[in-house]
């Protein structure tokens, strides 16, 4: 499989938690040595009543339950958006290789924007990060679900 392909495994997750009424972030957690998916999540922070409950999040305890390790060196991350300031803390303490974004978040984005997470001193673990990856279809489905809030 390649990035394209997972992202869009990311992008179905992210349509689940938008049929679910949540915010449409997907997230997939992939074992890049063997290619082998360990988590698929979308947000659940409403249905689960649990304000941390994001894509990455929810993948990361997914992906460390599925190898017994409380770390992800050797995993790369898909997510349809980019990470906050919570999820790239997340990120950072799971150690994980490489995260692959879909859409810009200027205003809650803690890679690109913001925070810039990692590049800040205090941060002990920095992946390679690529942005922008399918953005066009990651971003229209964040426009449609919140127009159709509107």
């Not at 200027?106 to 942005?131: M, N, S, Y």
Request: charged letters at 20%; proline letters at 7%.
């Amino acid at each position: 499989m390649n990035r394209p392909s997972y992202m869009a495994q990311a992008l179905a997750a992210a349509e689940t938690a938008a049929a679910l009424g949540e915010v449409p972030v997907g997230a997939v957690i992939v074992e890049a040595a063997s290619g082998r998916v360990l988590a698929a999540c979308g947000n659940r922070v409403e249905s689960l009543a649990d304000p941390t409950a994001h894509a990455e999040v929810l993948a990361i305890r997914a992906a460390c339950a599925a190898l017994g390790a409380p770390r992800l060196p050797g995993c790369d991350l898909y997510v349809t958006l980019e990470p906050c300031a919570l999820c790239a803390a997340a990120i950072s303490f799971a150690r994980v290789r490489r995260v692959y974004f879909g859409a810009y978040d200027p205003k809650g984005g803690a890679v690109d924007h913001g925070p810039r997470w990692f590049r800040q001193p205090t941060c002990l673990h920095a992946p390679e990060i690529i942005g922008g990856l399918e953005e066009q279809r990651c971003g229209a489905l964040l426009r449609t679900f919140f127009q159709a809030l509107r």
